[in-house]
């Protein structure tokens, strides 16, 4: 089977737009690992797309906030200011899907999804010794997560835990049968890794090939409406610059 698996997409229309296009025939089924909502000023319609295309789905932690599934003590109050807009922006019958989402791990075949690690959906792998024990507890070989926005992820073999590391440019990895991995497709609408563009992976699981994409998309489009709803200016100004 032939996946697309994306991640926080944030509200941003105009990067999961980018995303499709770029695409087009090239995947069976699309996976999200969470964050539908949030920073972004599109949450209805990205929740739409998702009910109508994504076969599966989990929870980020923006959606749990969006839809008063978990408090805001632990945003920062840009976040706080975004989450309320999203909150009394989104129609009853998004509110009532978003809340209805399931919390990883998710399996899928023989693989997951998780949003933060498999340990806690809230928690974020951005270092190696967090990634040595998530893979303690992995539920399968390979589990694509996402939470930080950082596309790559890790890998595991023996004793040994390594970073994969990813570009602007496309990237491939040939998944090894002796190695567990943790692999981040990256954030489609809010990328902090220096890379502005949006970010996502096609997953080959029958030949057992990930790879890793960017696409570029309208960044003054998402600015100018993320400004004209009146959410916090720097919500627009980092997706310019990916962070």
């Known amino acids: 089977m032939r996946y697309l698996v994306i991640s926080d997409i944030h509200a941003n229309w105009e990067a999961l737009e980018a995303v ?41 932690n923006h959606d749990k906030a969006g839809v008063t ?36 791990p998710m399996p899928v075949e023989n693989f997951s999804l998780v949003h933060g690690s498999p340990l806690n959906e809230d928690e974020y792998l951005i270092n190696i010794p967090e990634a040595e024990e998530a893979f303690a507890y992995q539920p399968s070989q390979v589990v694509f997560f996402g939470h930080t926005h950082v596309q790559g992820g890790f890998a595991h073999h023996g004793n040994q835990t390594s970073r994969i590391e990813t570009g602007k440019d496309s990237s491939t990895l040939e998944l090894d049968s002796g190695t567990a991995y943790l692999i981040n497709p990256g954030s489609v609408g809010q990328p902090r890794d220096d890379h502005p563009e949006a ?19 309208d ?9 004209g709803v009146g959410l916090p200016g720097v919500l627009a100004d980092r997706l310019a610059i990916g962070r």
């Open 69 to 104: 599934l978990a408090d805001l003590e632990w945003f920062n109050p840009v976040a706080q200011i975004a989450t309320v807009w999203t909150h009394r922006s989104l129609t009853p019958e998004n509110m009532e899907y978003v809340a209805a989402l399931a919390q990883g």
């Open 20 to 60: 499709l296009e770029a695409t087009k025939g090239q995947y069976s089924q699309i996976l999200c690992c969470g964050d539908l909502i949030g920073y972004g000023a599109d949450p209805n319609a990205v929740v739409e797309w998702t009910r109508e295309h994504c076969k599966i789905v989990i929870r980020g």
């Open 219 to 227: 960044v003054e489009k998402a600015q100018a409406k993320i400004r």
């Open 199 to 217: 970010a996502y992976v096609l997953f080959d699981s029958e030949r057992q090939v990930v790879v890793y994409h960017r696409a570029p998309y």
